[in-house]
T-cell receptor
Framework: AQTVTQSQPEMSVQEAETVTLSCTYD???????LFWYKQPPSRQMILVIR??????QNATENRFSVNFQKAAKSFSLKISDSQLGDAAMYFC??????????????FGTGTRLQVTL | GAVVSQHPSRVICKSGTSVKIECRSL??????MFWYRQFPKKSLMLMAT?????????EQGVEKDKFLINHASLTLSTLTVTSAHPEDSSFYIC?????????????FGPGTRLTVL
């Protein structure tokens, strides 16, 4: 079974600064997806960024980028120019590329990000 | 696109009653939907995978007779908490996969807060 580990329960960053959230995972598969989801106080889960394992290029979405190290099974999220609205719980998630029940997401335990003035 | 709604957003019920939560994909057809439970400040715990036209697949430890799932159409899945007790109080979230997309992500509903008195 796949597991996802987020070793940082809480992180803090000053507004306009950069912060990196860590995520490692364990799998025996070679083809899969990795995601970062954001859950603000409203508790609506929002997709931040996705990475397909067969793509070597790191995904970027505006101020959000990832450092995907497939061999090390590491998938960290970098938030640049942090804004107050970035304060939220961030979940790293893994999904097999297979269909059927394997399409379920496996979540990490989450990292709570605080953004200070 | 890819909007998922949940109803109700909040529900308070008496112990022993049953509560139904609806999850709808508004602009796509979802052959597969997922039901999660989230305790305060914790990660999402997958309860079951709901497949249109067939029986749901429950995760280990989830009582299928207590948490009834019906996925009768390509846009609607329901979760019924039967004979609810205070320990069933939680935040329930559904998600859906859009099979027409190859991006692999799940789209989440806004969640339902259940309080059992």
């Amino acid at each position: 079974a796949q597991t996802v580990t987020q070793s940082q329960p809480e992180m803090s960053v000053q507004e306009a600064e950069t912060v990196t959230l860590s995520c490692t995972y364990d799998t025996s598969e070679s083809d899969y997806y990795l995601f970062w989801y954001k859950q603000p106080p409203s508790r609506q889960m929002i997709l931040v960024i996705r990475q397909e394992a067969y793509k070597q290029q790191n995904a970027t979405e505006n101020r959000f980028s990832v450092n995907f190290q497939k061999a090390a099974k590491s998938f960290s999220l970098k938030i640049s120019d942090s804004q107050l609205g970035d304060a939220a719980m961030y979940f790293c998630a893994y999904r097999s590329r297979s269909t059927g029940t394997a399409s379920k997401l496996t979540f990490g335990t989450g990292t709570r990000l605080q953004v200070t003035l | 696109g890819a909007v998922v709604s949940q109803h109700p957003s909040r529900v308070i019920c008496k112990s022993g009653t049953s509560v139904k939560i609806e999850c709808r994909s508004l602009d796509f057809q979802a052959t597969t939907m997922f039901w999660y439970r989230q305790f305060p400040k914790k990660s999402l715990m997958l309860m079951a995978t709901s497949n249109e036209g067939s029986k749901a697949t429950y995760e280990q430890g989830v009582e299928k007779d207590k948490f009834l799932i019906n996925h009768a159409s390509l846009t609607l899945s329901t979760l019924t908490v039967t004979s609810a007790h205070p320990e069933d109080s939680s935040f329930y979230i559904c998600s859906a996969r859009d099979p027409s997309r190859t991006s692999g992500e799940q789209f989440f509903g806004p969640g339902t807060r259940l309080t059992v008195l």
